[in-house]
Nanobody, 131 residues
């Protein structure tokens, strides 16, 4: 399974970006898809996740992005998305997408925000928000 993240760039505060995560493989609809980010000098942190299709595609967000970011998926295109609105300078980070089948790892939907839930990671895409 390979993940390709794209869509990062430089944007002014208040602006928008949409990140994409293209996932290879035939089991896309069974994967949970998540976005994490690592800001300069900080640990990687959870941003958003969307459950697998049989899990009703429920979405989960970090408090810091709730109401501004929207995660979605297109199973026909094997692609996940992160729509980022009202961007702030503190959103500056390298954003990573991740995917996996939680059930195969003995995990549940409550683990969807944990890094250990994901074996498959994209290479990261840089988002820079200027003030």
């Amino acid at each position: 399974v390979q993940l390709q993240a794209s869509g990062g760039g430089l944007v002014q505060a208040g602006g928008t970006l949409r990140l994409s995560c293209a996932v290879s493989g035939r089991a896309f609809s069974s994967y949970a898809i998540a976005w994490f980010r690592r800001a300069p000098g900080k640990e990687r942190e959870f941003v958003a996740a969307i459950s697998w299709s049989a899990g009703a595609g429920n979405t989960y967000y970090a408090d810091s992005v709730k109401g501004r970011f929207t995660i979605s998926r297109d199973n026909a295109k094997n692609t996940g998305y992160l729509q980022m609105n009202s961007l702030k300078p503190e959103d500056t980070a390298v954003y990573y997408c991740a995917a996996d089948t939680l059930a195969d790892k003995g995990l549940r939907v409550g683990d969807i925000a944990r890094e250990i839930a994901y074996d498959y990671w994209g290479q990261g895409t840089l988002v820079t928000v200027s003030s």
